[in-house]
């Protein structure tokens, strides 16, 4: 049975882990959060599996290397799948300044694997 305890103490472990930088330790965590056979939908980027994300968020903390993962503003839960609202920081490349990004995920388990995540993230916008 999944707890909402758990699924918090994931998520906070999850973006903990990115902020590292650690493809290792990113590696590994995902690989214990999600089915081997997980399903990952992004509108900007269609639809990847297990390693096509991993390849994904690679180029993005390289693209970005000082790239910051907020802890979720929201979480939700109902039966098999949450909700997660958080935003993320970094300096953009072209001009310099700080910006953030708001972003959503929703995903559905099945026992305590994520088997697909759905993401939207918004446009970066440059901080105050």
């Given at each position: 049975m999944l707890s909402e305890q758990k699924v918090r103490e994931d998520a906070l472990r999850w973006f903990g882990t990115?902020?590292?930088?650690?493809?290792?330790?990113?590696?590994?965590?995902?690989?214990?959060?999600v089915a081997p056979n997980v399903v990952y939908?992004?509108?900007?980027?269609?639809?990847?599996?297990?390693?096509g994300f991993l390849e994904l968020l690679r180029g993005f903390l390289n693209e970005s290397p000082d790239l910051h993962y907020k802890a979720p503003d929201d979480l939700i839960m109902q039966g098999d799948?949450?909700?997660v609202r958080h935003s993320y920081s970094r300096t953009d490349p072209a001009s310099g300044k700080r910006q953030t990004c708001l972003d959503m995920y929703i995903c559905y388990f099945s026992g305590d694997k994520i088997t697909e995540v759905w993401e939207v993230a918004?446009?970066?916008?440059?901080?105050?």
């Open positions: 990115c902020n590292t930088k650690d493809m290792n330790a990113i590696t590994s965590l995902w690989n214990e959060l939908h992004n509108p900007d980027v269609g639809v990847l599996g297990r390693e799948k949450i909700a918004g446009p970066w916008q440059d901080e105050a």
